[in-house]
């Protein structure tokens, strides 16, 4: 069994910064893809940055310059730095990993998210 856990959420005033992290654990012979997520109420669950096992990085445009995701495949850890935040990124997050449980087994998990909530 494969459990992402997620941190780091908070509330903050517009401007601020908040770092997000995401640990894996179980039985994981290797990850590859590993992604943050976030629902805002009444909205649907939207991609915000993706990283590979290699460390390329993707991101949508409403965060790009703002928010840095980065991994530490030691540790089964993703992180998401967010700077300059604003009302708009309020959601919950979540964090979601593309796993190899052996090299042949494929599955994607999801964490069980972490509120953040961003004042004006």
């Known amino acids: 069994q494969v459990q992402l856990v997620e941190s780091g959420g908070g509330l903050v005033q517009a401007g601020g910064s908040l770092r997000l992290s995401c640990a894996a654990s179980?039985?994981?012979?290797?990850?590859?893809?590993m992604d943050w997520y976030r629902q805002a109420p009444g909205k649907k669950r939207e991609l915000v940055a993706s990283?590979?096992?290699?460390?390329?990085?993707n991101y949508v445009d409403f965060v790009k310059g703002r928010f840095t995701i980065s991994r530490d495949n030691a540790k089964k850890t993703v992180y998401l730095q967010m700077n300059s935040l604003e009302p708009d990124d309020t959601a919950v997050y979540y964090c979601?990993?593309?796993?190899?449980?052996?090299?042949?087994?494929?599955?994607?998990?999801w964490g069980q998210g972490t509120q953040v909530t961003v004042s004006s």
């Open positions: 179980g039985s994981i012979f290797r990850i590859n893809a």
């Open positions: 979601h990993a593309d796993v190899l449980i052996t090299i042949l087994s494929r599955s994607d998990y």
């Open positions: 990283i590979t096992a290699g460390g390329s990085t």
